[in-house]
């Protein structure tokens, strides 16, 4: 452990100390920086899975105004090297693009949690937000590829709907999941809709006229 600890630099070592730091003297002792700073640092540790919203307060700290300043203070300079080692170590975001991006994907989970569907109308507003824009604009750039493969794996994730076909393809997968839930596996039988569909994606998976997404969900119910 004292070795791992040997080996980590000035700014890491100083990142765990402010994290462990309780004792209210010491606290007081921090400069307005370090506090919010801290802040980050206990907000990361609390959701470490998104970054700061551009709004956001956490512990009574306007945490997402401050991110925008060190932002704003490094565009034109004037954030010291010191900082800016600091915030590098603990993989800062320091674009406010990937920022807004990351909290309109957080919005669009929420929605598919609390409405159990991910079929957003282009005039959906969602907690103030325009969510359903924002859909719109991700087909836009994923059409015209301007839009990241992380950006599109992250989307298909969570069962983003590229197209009406998509959404459509996607309910039917669905409904054959349920049935082989249902039917211990068993295939539905050739007569039937449902046995139809299914007979033509393992031919069209096989012949890999199909995205690897969508082959790689067929491979998991086994008809590929």
């Known amino acids: 452990m004292l070795a791992k600890i040997i080996a980590l630099n000035n700014?890491?070592?100083?990142?765990?100390?402010?994290?462990?730091?309780?004792?209210?003297?010491?606290?007081?002792?921090?400069?307005?920086?370090?506090?919010?700073?801290?802040?980050?640092?206990l907000f990361r540790d609390k959701y470490p899975e998104r970054w700061v919203y551009s709004k956001e307060i956490f512990r009574r700290e306007r945490i997402g105004d401050w991110v925008n300043a060190q932002r704003n203070a490094y565009a034109k300079?004037?954030?010291?090297?010191?900082?800016?080692?600091?915030?590098?170590?603990?993989?800062?975001?320091?674009?406010?693009t990937e920022d807004r991006w990351q909290e309109m994907f957080e919005l669009f989970k929420h929605y598919k949690a609390e409405y159990f569907t991910v079929e957003i109308p282009i005039n959906k507003k969602y907690k103030n937000k325009n969510l359903g824009i924002w859909c719109a604009a991700q087909r836009y750039y994923r059409k015209r590829g301007r839009l990241s493969?992380?950006?599109?794996?992250?989307?298909?994730?969570?069962?983003?709907?590229?197209?009406?076909?998509?959404?459509?393809?996607k309910a039917k997968y669905h409904e054959v999941c349920e049935y082989f839930i249902i039917h211990a596996g068993d295939l539905?039988?050739?007569?039937?809709?449902?046995?139809?569909?299914?007979?033509?994606?393992?031919?069209?998976?096989?012949?890999?006229?199909?995205?690897?997404?969508?082959?790689?969900?067929?491979?998991?119910?086994?008809?590929?």
């Open 77 to 96: 300079g004037t954030l010291s090297p010191r900082r800016i080692e600091l915030l590098n170590a603990i993989d800062f975001c320091w674009s406010s």
């Open 188 to 224: 539905p039988a050739y007569s039937t809709k449902l046995g139809q569909w299914v007979y033509n994606q393992t031919r069209k998976g096989r012949s890999r006229t199909y995205s690897a997404d969508r082959i790689e969900l067929l491979r998991k119910i086994g008809i590929i």
């Open 11 to 41: 700014e890491q070592r100083f990142v765990i100390a402010l994290k462990r730091m309780s004792d209210p003297f010491n606290l007081a002792l921090l400069s307005r920086w370090e506090k919010h700073f801290r802040a980050i640092l």
């Open 149 to 169: 493969a992380e950006r599109q794996q992250l989307l298909n994730s969570v069962g983003f709907i590229w197209s009406k076909y998509d959404g459509k393809w």
